[in-house]
C-alpha cells in the first residue's frame, strides 16, 4: 500500500527566500507524481505534474523533480511572495488498474511573511 | 479556462439522512474521481468512475456510499444514511485520459456536515 510523507509539516520563512518541500513515498511503482496547493478550506488547484519517466518539470518560479528509485520528489519555490502562503500537497498517482488514484500527503504549510 | 464544479459548497444534514453531492467534470473528461478530507487529516481516495461503472473504490467507500453519473454531465455522490464521522470536505475530481501526462483537476469542495 502506498503512503506518502511530505517535511516539513510547517515552513515559515522570510520573503524573497528560496524554499524546498520534500515529498516521500514507499511504493517506487508510480505513475505520475502531482502537486497541490491548497488555500485555507478552499479545493486543490494542480501546480505541476512529473510523469514517471521524467525526472523534472518547471512552470515559472516552480521546479519539481522526481526520483523514482529512491521514492522522492521535491518541490523547489524561487523567491518566494507572501501570496505563496497556502498548504502544498504531493500526491502519487497509480497506474494500470488503479486508474489513476492520487494517494496524498499530510501536506507542507508554507508561510511566506513580508 | 474549463473547471470542475460542486454543489453544494455547504452541506449540514442530521444523522442518518441521505445526501447528495453533485459534481459537474470537464466536458471532454473521461475518469472521474470522489476523494474526502477529514479536517486536519490527509485528503483520501474514495472511488473512481470510468464507462460508468466504478473501477476502483478505497475501504472508506462501503454500501452506504455510491456513484452515478445520471445524464452526461453530473457526476453524484451519495451517503444513504450519514454519520457523524462522514463529517468532511468532499472533493470531486476528473481526468481526460489515463496516460502519465494526464493531470486529475479537483472541484472547490463541499462541505458536509453532520450533527
Known amino acids: 500500500k502506498q503512503e506518502v510523507t511530505q517535511i516539513p509539516a510547517a515552513l515559515s520563512v522570510p520573503e524573497g527566500e528560496n524554499l524546498v518541500l520534500n515529498c516521500s513515498f514507499t511504493d517506487s511503482a508510480i505513475y505520475n507524481l502531482q502537486w497541490f496547493r491548497q488555500d485555507p478550506g478552499k479545493g486543490l488547484t494542480s501546480l505541476l505534474l512529473?510523469?514517471?519517466?521524467?525526472r523534472e518539470q518547471t512552470s515559472g518560479r516552480l521546479n519539481a523533480s522526481l526520483d523514482k528509485s529512491s521514492g522522492r520528489s521535491t518541490l523547489y519555490i524561487a523567491a518566494s511572495q507572501p501570496g505563496d502562503s497556502a498548504t502544498y500537497l504531493c500526491a502519487a498517482g497509480a497506474g494500470g488498474t488503479s486508474y489513476g488514484k492520487l494517494t496524498f500527503g499530510q501536506g507542507t504549510i508554507l508561510t511566506v511573511h513580508p | 479556462e474549463p473547471e470542475v464544479t460542486q454543489t453544494p459548497s455547504h452541506q449540514v444534514t442530521q444523522m442518518g439522512q441521505e445526501v447528495i453531492l453533485r459534481c459537474v467534470p470537464i466536458?471532454?473528461?473521461?475518469?472521474f474521481y470522489w476523494y474526502r478530507q477529514i479536517l486536519g487529516q490527509k485528503v483520501e481516495f474514495l472511488v473512481s468512475f470510468y464507462n460508468n461503472e466504478i473501477s476502483e473504490k478505497s475501504e472508506i467507500f462501503d454500501d452506504q456510499f455510491s456513484v452515478e453519473r445520471p445524464d452526461g454531465s453530473n457526476f453524484t455522490l451519495k451517503i444513504r444514511s450519514t454519520k457523524l464521522e462522514d463529517s468532511a470536505m468532499y472533493f470531486c475530481?476528473?481526468?481526460?485520459?489515463?496516460?502519465?501526462?494526464?493531470?486529475?483537476?479537483f472541484g472547490p469542495g463541499t462541505r458536509l456536515t453532520v450533527t
Open positions: 512529473i510523469q514517471s519517466s521524467q
Open positions: 475530481a476528473s481526468k481526460g485520459g489515463l496516460a502519465r501526462n494526464y493531470e486529475q483537476y
Open positions: 466536458s471532454n473528461h473521461l475518469y
